[in-house]
């Protein structure tokens, strides 16, 4: 993140000494099994759930009968407890770490049982008819304890409240991190989410988030609690998937397991008892189709069933895919190849798919991943500073053609040594190997870094560069993945690179050149950005209808501020940022037009950011960029207003999502302005066909009237990419990016169009401003129609002349293409959906503004 807090020099080495929680004499928790759940064994029964002061109760038995216990969805937490009772406000979240939380829940049973937590958050306790069976300060890992039942039990999970314990934490330290309070955090395996003033709010993780689950290593049925733990590989042409079913009871003597895809089976296998729980077979697959992410190709997945005493069990689904950093003779690259084709990798970082609860559900995960795919993404990165997803967010990400860059949730802070017996290493070395090995079966998964701008914190905190490299990322999690993930991309932290850990030009960069550090456009490329994890943080407005929702709070009310992302100790926010490049590039005085124009003051501030995006990433996809990839912070809001998320909390995207979408077509045209060189035309193929295209360069004068066109044909090769110069394409001379200045400029307006070499509509667009002023060019004089085709809405638009940054703002949909650019006499026709985010409005028919930032007026439209 954009953090940039300097402090008063190096500090002391930390070690942390933290103490095992077990008590003497307590049972051991078992160690956890890996893989993935297959067949359900959620604990049964009513959870309910209460709060006490801190430390009121040292068990069950002390607390007070006359609590009051409410209903409590397990998996969850506290605050979904809270929020489904309705005693939950976005606005003012309750502060969670300052009291005991007690779950419990009656269930019925006999004998020896297994209970397996797999996730507890955080310091957490767990008692079986008042005796205390297990105590952990992990939230991150599974637990599994051996008990015996008798008939009717109680089970309560105590979550004791984390400030008392943090206060009592000590030890030197060599730097404290600003933006993460309490700096003791670093003592404790819990997730940052809640803890970062300025841009998260303060939700607090506390409860079972993860499922507990009852198994019965005695029972009849074999095929309880089930887990399944998969892995896919290539082997040259070849693949081969290795199974491992993994039985709370004991195993079978033997099993089988088919491979297939649409056109049937593709392989078989048998698998074979290697202890008592535990079966494992491999399977061989001929030449299987590889997985791609979605810009490149397409994401093969096979289906793996088992078949065990003659019931089919489907265990999930595999995908064949190679992941490399191949880069020779340039030790200052970072580039992804999957399967040998090097590619330009584009999203953005997730903070939380649903913050209050943490919930791990298809229904959660998919609305958040099907806008990234959506959107022209084909990365998304899960940062240290937030929390691990769930099994169904990779899952989806499987699906839908998205990579995963996974941080490990290690971010900011000093770790301390690591070595045998010290600090917190027995934990992470179990975090980081449980997460390794249960979500193996994903293709998505292709890198895995250490984490979060540790390093980073250390060399701008003052630390002294033998101090910035800390073992836990350069032995301890290395080790992990080369045995448990060979086949991922290891990434030692973000950022790391170059004589600085954060230097753009070498290796992983956060990039804020243009952005927080209000560099001009041209810093995109001075920089050498060889690929940034993190980039192009902006307080970002989202559409009038959220605005709306939220009470339309005045644009310096506190409010409105409050939703403003800023820097802990920083005298500005990521709205200055954005007022800077209104005042650079639109030459406008942002203070003046906010309270003389408001609505105009929201629209440019949309607008400039999609502008600075789309170019920034122009730059970056240019062919001979060295630029392998872009990750913007971030992907969504976590609250509704103002906030660096390009969709906002309530799913709408925001202006530079669209624009963006347009910007990383695998198809694309793209324009860079190379000054006295003129204007040079990229055009991109990434998708695994060759393509017969057809470029149109059009300049426009007024906006309207064709100075200069011509057409040039071009054939890409699968995944091949072609520069042309604008000025090779004309007979005579064209001051494109009025460089020279001989006389008035000739134009104003540059438009290349790429075209099937049949025509058809426009495959990309790009356009070229040779002046960015806000009021530089003529009024469009748009048009509109309303028309309804079966059950669908229809939007067309059409422009007299040049429109600039059309959007439309409807009362109860959403247009489905927004944010573009519209050339004289040409239409757009958009599809009206409905609006997910606001069901009170079903019965709604169309109606709401159009507007460009050329326009004098908006334009009304009504269905």
């Not at 179990?430 to 994903?442: A, D, M």
């Not at 003052?462 to 080369?482: C, H, M, N, T, Y």
């Not at 204007?679 to 200069?708: A, K, S």
Request: hydrophobic letters at 40%.
């Amino acid at each position: 993140m954009p953090l940039k807090g300097y402090g008063d020099g190096p500090m002391k080495l930390q070690t942390c000494m933290d103490a095992s929680l077990a008590a003497p004499g307590r049972q051991s928790p078992r160690v956890d099994r890996p893989g993935v759940a297959v067949v359900d064994a959620a604990l049964q029964g009513e959870w309910t759930w209460t709060q006490t002061p801190a430390g009121a109760a040292d068990s069950p038995a002390a607390l007070s009968p006359t609590l009051a216990w409410s209903p409590a969805l397990v998996p969850g937490t506290v605050a979904g407890a809270l929020q489904a009772a309705g005693r939950w406000d976005d606005a003012a979240p309750l502060p969670l770490h300052g009291h005991d939380h007690w779950y419990r829940v009656a269930f019925t049973g006999d004998g020896r049982r297994i209970l397996r937590f797999n996730g507890l958050a955080t310091i957490a306790e767990v008692w079986l008819n008042g005796r205390l069976e297990l105590s952990t300060r992990h939230m991150f890992v599974a637990h599994e304890v051996e008990v015996d039942l008798s008939g009717s039990n109680l089970l309560h999970l105590c979550f004791r409240a984390l400030d008392p314990w943090l206060r009592r934490q000590r030890g030197p330290v060599r730097w404290k991190p600003r933006m993460i309070s309490p700096p003791q955090l670093r003592t404790v395996r819990a997730t940052l989410l809640g803890h970062m003033p300025g841009w998260c709010p303060p939700v607090h993780a506390v409860g079972p988030w993860r499922p507990v689950e009852l198994l019965d290593p005695t029972g009849d049925d074999i095929l309880h609690g089930l887990r399944a733990d998969m892995w896919a590989r290539l082997h040259e042409r070849d693949g081969e998937v290795s199974v491992r079913l993994h039985f709370a009871a004991s195993a079978p003597a033997t099993g089988a397991v088919e491979i297939s895809d649409e056109a049937g089976c593709q392989g078989r296998g048998e698998l074979v008892r290697i202890d008592r729980h535990t079966l494992e077979g491999t399977i061989h697959v001929e030449r299987p189709r590889l997985w791609w992410p979605h810009t490149h190709g397409e994401p093969s997945l096979y289906r793996v069933d088992a078949t065990i005493d003659g019931r089919s069990i489907p265990c999930g689904r595999v995908g064949f895919r190679s992941v490399s950093t191949e880069c020779p003779g340039d030790a200052g690259a970072f580039a992804l190849r999957i399967n040998g084709e090097r590619l330009f990798c584009r999203g953005a970082c997730f903070s939380s798919i649903d913050l209050t609860g943490l919930a791990d559900t298809d229904q959660a995960s998919r609305r958040w991943l099907e806008l990234a795919r959506a959107g022209g993404m084909n990365m998304v990165r899960i940062s240290g500073v937030t929390c691990y997803p769930g099994e169904a967010f990779y899952r989806i990400c499987d699906e839908l053609g998205l990579l995963v860059w996974q941080d490990f949730m290690f971010a900011n802070f000093d770790y301390g040594s690591i070595g045998p017996g010290v600090g917190l290493t027995e934990d992470m070395t179990r975090e980081v190997g449980e997460w390794l090995t249960s979500t193996r079966s994903h293709p998505s998964i292709a890198v895995a870094c250490g984490g979060s701008e540790a390093e980073q914190q250390a060399a701008m905190l003052g630390a002294s560069r033998s101090e910035w490299k800390q073992p836990l990322f350069d032995a301890l999690i290395p080790q992990l993945v080369a045995a448990h993930r060979p086949d991922i991309v290891y990434v030692r932290n973000s950022p790391n690179g170059g004589a600085w850990p954060f230097q753009p030009d070498s290796g992983v960069s956060h990039y804020y050149g243009v952005g927080a550090y209000e560099r001009p456009l041209a810093d995109a490329r001075l920089a050498q950005v060889r690929f940034a994890s993190e980039c192009l943080a902006f307080s970002n407005v989202p559409c009038d209808r959220t605005l709306a929702e939220m009470g339309s709070p005045a644009l310096h009310s506190p409010r409105w501020k409050a939703t403003v992302p800023r820097d802990a100790g920083a005298p500005w926010d990521f709205e200055d940022v954005r007022d800077h490049y209104l005042r650079t590039l639109y030459d406008v005085d942002p203070s003046r037009l906010r309270y003389e124009q408001p609505q105009r003051y929201l629209m440019l501030s949309r607008a400039v950011v999609a502008e600075v995006m789309s170019d920034v990433f122009a730059e970056w996809r240019r062919v001979g960029s060295d630029c392998a990839g872009g990750l913007i912070w971030q992907f969504q809001d976590l609250v509704s207003g103002s906030g660096w998320g390009i969709v906002d909390a309530r799913g709408r995207p925001k202006s530079a999502w669209h624009a963006l979408r347009q910007a990383w077509e695998p198809l694309q045209v793209l324009i860079t302005d190379e000054g006295l060189n003129g204007l040079h035309l990229h055009v991109l193929n990434e998708t695994p066909q060759p393509r017969r295209l057809l470029l149109e360069l059009c300049c426009l004068r007024d906006g309207e009237i064709v100075v200069e066109k011509v057409r040039h044909s071009l054939r890409l090769p699968a995944h091949g990419a072609e520069r042309v110069e604008a000025a090779a394409l004309l007979d005579r001379f064209v001051d494109f990016t009025y460089a020279y200045r001989f006389g008035p400029p000739s134009h104003d307006v540059v438009i290349a169009t790429l075209m099937d070499e049949n025509g058809g509509e426009p495959l990309s667009q790009a356009v070229y401003l040779p002046d960015r002023r806000a009021a530089a060019l003529k009024p469009p004089e748009l048009q509109a129609q309303v028309e309804r085709v079966d059950d669908d809405w229809w939007l067309t638009i059409t422009a007299r002349r040049f429109a600039r940054w059309v959007h439309i703002e409807d009362h109860a949909y959403q247009a489905t293409e927004n944010w573009f650019h519209l050339g004289p006499g040409c239409s757009r026709r958009v599809r009206l959906m409905r609006d997910s985010a606001d069901t009170s409005k079903v019965d709604a028919v169309p109606s709401g503004e159009i507007y460009a930032v050329n326009a004098e007026r908006s334009l009304g439209y009504d269905g």
